[in-house]
């Protein structure tokens, strides 16, 4: 009697407040669900964090000196990681963020290649547009990693000094012009001779990543790798 009882009240609470997939939209019976298994075995995965000289880790061959680099999942226009990307930066949907960060923390944990790792830094936001947005999606990502993947993080490690509008449509160099200058270092004795793990939502041309690895590198003794939720092809 008290399991149908139970079973009434779930699905009458589904009609009231019912929770959609947010990959196709597809309702779902498990509330802790992000996205239906459908969607979830549609994700393309890189499996980079296990492989050396991955794509990832090419990108930036001349550019960072990385202990190592990777990305979860590859990233296309008009894809299901798109849908994603844009759910969790643009739509308030912080569920797929944690989502995200935990499939990153699995493949992370597993990979011997960043046992070594001391703190995770999420990639910065300046102040106003973490005002704008009201989150940072990397910091957002960084706690499913570390629900997952037990690391400290640190979020003050390294600021955005400068504020700049959105680089979506922009190439690598006009990024990377845009990117000289506008970061600076915080709390520098609690990151000096660690190895830090940055992470960011999508590596595309790397120009972000780029700055702030370097600012982070001139600390001595730093040791730095990278990870990110999407790698667009």
Same mark, same amino acid.
């Given at each position: 009697?008290?399991?149908?009882?139970r079973?009434?009240?779930?699905?009458f609470?589904?009609?009231?407040?019912p929770?959609?997939?947010s990959?196709?939209?597809?309702?779902?019976?498990?509330r802790d669900a =992000?996205?239906c298994?459908?969607?979830?075995s549609?994700?393309?995965?890189?499996n980079f964090?296990?492989? /050396?000289n991955n /794509?990832v880790?090419?990108?930036?061959?001349g550019?960072?000196?990385?202990e190592?680099?990777?990305?979860?999942?590859?990233?296309t226009?008009?894809s299901l990681?798109?849908?994603?990307?844009a759910?969790?930066?643009y739509?308030?949907?912080?569920?797929? *963020?944690?989502?995200? *960060?935990?499939?990153m *923390?699995?493949?992370?944990?597993?990979?011997?290649?960043?046992s070594s790792v001391?703190y995770i830094? /999420?990639m910065p936001?300046? /102040?106003k547009?973490?005002k704008?947005?009201?989150?940072?999606?990397?910091?957002i990502?960084?706690?499913g990693?570390q629900?997952i993947?037990?690391?400290?993080i640190?979020?003050?490690?390294?600021?955005?000094?400068?504020?700049?509008?959105?680089?979506?449509k922009?190439d690598r160099l006009?990024r990377w012009e845009?990117?000289?200058g506008?970061?600076?270092?915080k709390?520098?004795?609690?990151?000096t001779?660690k190895h830090?793990l940055l992470?960011d939502? =999508?590596?595309?041309t790397?120009?972000s990543?780029?700055?702030?690895?370097? =600012?982070?590198q001139?600390?001595? *003794?730093v040791?730095?790798s990278?990870?990110?939720?999407?790698?667009?092809v």
């Amino acid at each position: 009697m008290l399991l149908h009882c139970r079973n009434t009240i779930h699905d009458f609470s589904r009609l009231l407040f019912p929770h959609y997939c947010s990959g196709c939209g597809n309702d779902l019976k498990d509330r802790d669900a =992000v996205i239906c298994y459908r969607c979830m075995s549609e994700l393309p995965s890189t499996n980079f964090f296990s492989t /050396p000289n991955n /794509p990832v880790e090419k990108s930036f061959y001349g550019r960072l000196h990385l202990e190592a680099a990777g990305a979860s999942y590859y990233f296309t226009k008009d894809s299901l990681l798109q849908v994603l990307i844009a759910e969790l930066k643009y739509k308030q949907n912080i569920s797929v *963020g944690l989502f995200l *960060g935990r499939m990153m *923390g699995y493949q992370l944990m597993l990979s011997k290649r960043f046992s070594s790792v001391d703190y995770i830094i /999420p990639m910065p936001l300046h /102040p106003k547009k973490l005002k704008l947005r009201g989150y940072n999606q990397a910091s957002i990502i960084a706690s499913g990693i570390q629900s997952i993947w037990n690391k400290p993080i640190i979020e003050n490690a390294i600021e955005r000094t400068v504020f700049s509008k959105s680089q979506t449509k922009q190439d690598r160099l006009h990024r990377w012009e845009n990117m000289e200058g506008i970061f600076a270092l915080k709390n520098q004795s609690k990151i000096t001779h660690k190895h830090l793990l940055l992470v960011d939502d =999508v590596t595309t041309t790397g120009a972000s990543i780029e700055a702030v690895g370097s =600012v982070l590198q001139a600390l001595e *003794g730093v040791k730095l790798s990278v990870a990110t939720a999407a790698y667009t092809v």
